[in-house]
């Protein structure tokens, strides 16, 4: 896997775009986005948040609240998508993803705002996934979600992912994609980063 430099999260950021074209900044999550993030879940309909969460909650425990905020722990990353809404940066949407090594996958899970969901931002958002999943290693990525999530499930299908049962709960389904995305477009600083790296530590960058 490639050594993220977590000193300076900004270079992990990219740019995408909604259907109507306008601009959605991602990058990870940083400390001065705590207010801000939990101001997001808290807006969240009780259903969007249940789909997420797999429960009732109203806002982001303390300690998942933590977890979410510390980037890298455990290979495990958070990032939000935001755009400027009347002149402030306001987060519209948010996924975390955990990378393990010993199988070569990454796990992941999104959300978008009620308000900002139907603009293409969540396709945007997992073709991005996909791009930082290759950048650590990854070979598969894969998703749970309830049966009942017919918009993530209807999501999953349309980027391609496969359906598989839940090894653990009948009330989930998995969907897993095979990484394979040519090197040569490197779709995201995440890749492309990692490709310099990988890149200047071959023997033949120093030949």
């Known amino acids: 896997m490639s050594t993220l430099r977590l000193e300076d999260l900004k270079q992990y950021s990219d740019v995408l ?14 400390p001065r986005d705590t207010e801000e993030l939990q101001h997001y879940f808290r807006s969240l309909s009780t259903r969007s948040r249940y789909n997420r969460f797999f429960g009732a909650i109203s806002e982001l425990p303390k300690g998942l609240l933590s977890e979410f905020l510390d980037v890298g722990a455990r290979e495990r990353f958070t990032v939000v998508a935001t755009k400027m809404v009347d002149g402030f940066e306001t987060i519209v949407a948010e996924a975390r993803y955990a990378f393990h090594a010993e199988t070569s996958t ?39 979600t309830l049966r009942s999530n017919e918009t993530m499930i209807s999501l999953a299908r349309k980027s391609g992912f496969a359906f598989v049962n839940h090894p653990d709960d009948w009330k989930l ?24 790296s990988r890149q200047a530590d071959s023997p033949s960058a120093s030949a």
């Not at 998995?174 to 995201?188: G, M, S, T, Y």
Request: glycine fraction near 8%.
């Open 173 to 196: 389904v998995r969907f897993d994609k095979e990484i394979n995305v040519a090197p040569k477009d490197i779709p995201c600083a995440s890749w492309r980063l990692a490709a310099l």
């Open 17 to 30: 775009r909604t259907r109507q074209g306008e601009a959605i900044n991602i990058r990870f999550v940083e």
């Open 106 to 144: 990454l796990e992941f899970g999104l959300s978008v705002d009620d308000r900002w969901q139907g603009h293409g931002i969540a396709t945007a958002l997992m073709k991005n996934l996909e791009c930082r999943a290759a950048a650590l290693g990854a070979e598969h990525m894969f998703g749970d």
